[in-house]
């Protein structure tokens, strides 16, 4: 019976002991070992679990230091029968249980309206490709390292000194790390009374709210932008105020003017992962001076940037003290750990502390000197470098992947970074419906409804995150993903067969083609320009930040136009049938299906010589 209750999976981090020690718990608690019955004997169980008897010895023990069971002398081991003392009367435990219906609703102080709609279904990792932001996949935690921390954390000597800790502070030693490690890397100088840890940044953005908002205040938040932050403002009472967005981040006009704080997302952008350029920042601050305006920045994603070095934050341009910083570890960590962070002057801090005492004291303080510990030891660091280069080779895989399989079907604009691509597609598309056919493929994307606070949204619209799907999944996925959306669209696409202009043949592909140069957009916003030279070699080079160059071959066969790059396009060889429409060139598959638009210059013959 025992070796039946009692699995032990040695594939597990866990180690043997613990999990003998806890499957023996559990089976105390729920009744499968009766109060007072006896247990085999340590070499007993070891035989039967197939273990060194030592580690039932120290099981044995462990329990019996706890209370869980008894040793009596000369006749064995026993389960404790005074385990449950102190419970109620274990009759009405196994009364089964009647919910009772409620009829509190009349005594809520306003019924909270928030999001109901979510970016995933709660079974996600049951899916074969999870494009989804925000989640991720087990891999990526650093186990041994933070479990050091917590060891670290929890000796003797390290509970005296947290567990003394009064009043309102939180543990000096995280403070000193996220004031000397973390806030640095931003540009940001702070004291240690202009720092407050949160559970989150969840937490630090309703403290804030606290603080700031009410009826009679109006707050300008990114339209699209985060959802839950919109939730915690109305419910504040805040006047809001819906600030479109674009390729340099929050707009910045004359409509702030109405304002008196601003919410923004500056490194990467909720939803959209667009950088806010340096000169909207200083426009913004600039804004926030001439309007005396209180500016939110909520920083949670500054790690990601993968094509330049971050933006300073806004706070470490401001000279007024009028940019309230929040930000926290990884989303990766704060998963599991849900530690955050709010930089301001000592006196929104002063007060922010009095908030939080209404609620929580303050976070764990066991669990922010594992932290400090986890940054003190160098581990922060390394767990980073070893993230943005996870996250960067998917970023690119799948920017490449999208590239390849469809190159003149969607657009994702100009990003520098982040871990999610907002993907606009062809205008028929049905975003809502892609999403429904994609999961019965085992396909997960978001649904950007949820992001628009306005009841008008782009239908076409949808996001790919890169945080919880492997890289070797990603380029499948995305293959799979451009075969339905040409199933979903392809009554309204371009074929071969009713294509304007005109299909060339081998004889006009070989009068354009030598040394022409072939001129498209990439999906994510930069330009390309590919020179086919006369002697069948090829270059390509692509414009903005990141630039690639790349080289092949090209040829012409049964009137279709093939190419083969080193690089691009995973050095496979495609072939093209061409239709020109003035200096447009079109190029179609072996399906018949359009496949992208290029403007053709500097070809030295006319299709009509």
Known sequence: MLKRLIHIDTSLDESLQSQIRNKLVEGILVGSFALGSRLPSSRKLAEQLGVARNTVVLVYQTLQDEGYIISKERSGIYVNEKIHQGWVNDNELHMAYQPKASDNQHRFKGTLQVTNDTAC???????????????????????????????????????????????????????????????PRRGIQASSDEILITVGTQQALHLISQLFVDDTVTVAVEEPGYPEVRDLLQYSGANLLYQPVDDNGMQVNEQLDRCDI???????????????????????????????????????????????????????????????????????????????????????????????????????????????????????????????????????????????????CIDTGPIQGGTAYWITGPPQLDGENLREKAAELGILIEPVKRYFAQSKHPENCFRMGITSIPNHRIRDGVS????????????????????????????????????????????????????????GSMSGHTGGIGSEIDTGHWWIENGMYWRQWKLWSYGEVKG?????????????????????????????????Q
């Open 480 to 535: 799979k993903l451009a075969d339905l959306i040409h199933q979903l669209t392809e009554e309204h696409e371009e074929k071969l067969g009713n294509a304007s202009g005109k299909l060339l043949n081998d004889e006009a592909l070989r009068k354009c083609l030598p040394g022409a140069r072939l001129e498209c957009q990439m999906v994510y916003g930069v330009p390309c320009t590919i020179d086919l030279l006369p002697d």
């Open 576 to 608: 093209f049938y061409v239709i020109m429409d003035g200096d447009q060139m079109k190029w179609f598959d072996q399906n018949y299906s359009f496949v992208r638009q290029l403007d053709l210059k500097g070809y030295p013959a006319t299709l009509d």
């Open 121 to 183: 279904p709660a079974d996600w990792q049951k899916y074969s490709y999870p494009f989804i932001d925000g989640k991720f996949d087990v891999s990526l935690y650093p186990v041994k390292e933070w479990r050091d921390a917590n060891q670290q954390a929890n000796v003797t000597r390290e509970i005296n000194q947290w567990s003394q800790l009064q009043g309102l502070g939180d543990d000096p030693m995280l403070i000193e790390q996220i004031r000397t490690k973390v806030i």
């Open 262 to 408: 601003v919410y923004t997302t500056p490194s990467h952008q909720t939803p959209t992962s667009v950088t806010m350029s340096m000169t909207r920042r200083h426009e913004l601050l600039d804004k926030a001076k001439a309007q005396d305006l209180l500016i939110i920045e909520d920083d949670f994603e500054f790690e990601s940037n993968f094509l330049r070095q971050p933006h300073p934050a806004l706070r470490s341009l401001d000279s007024g003290n009028r940019v309230v910083y929040i930000s926290c570890l990884s989303k990766v960590l704060a998963s599991g750990i849900q530690i955050g962070f709010i930089v301001a002057d000592s006196g929104v801090i002063s007060e922010l502390k009095k908030l939080r005492k209404m609620t929580m004291r303050n976070p764990p303080l066991n669990n922010q000197r594992a932290v400090a510990y986890f940054l003190s030891l160098g581990y922060y660091d390394a767990f980073m470098l070893h993230l943005h280069k996870v996250f960067f080779e998917r970023w690119l895989t799948l920017r490449e992947a999208l590239n390849t399989y469809l190159p003149n």
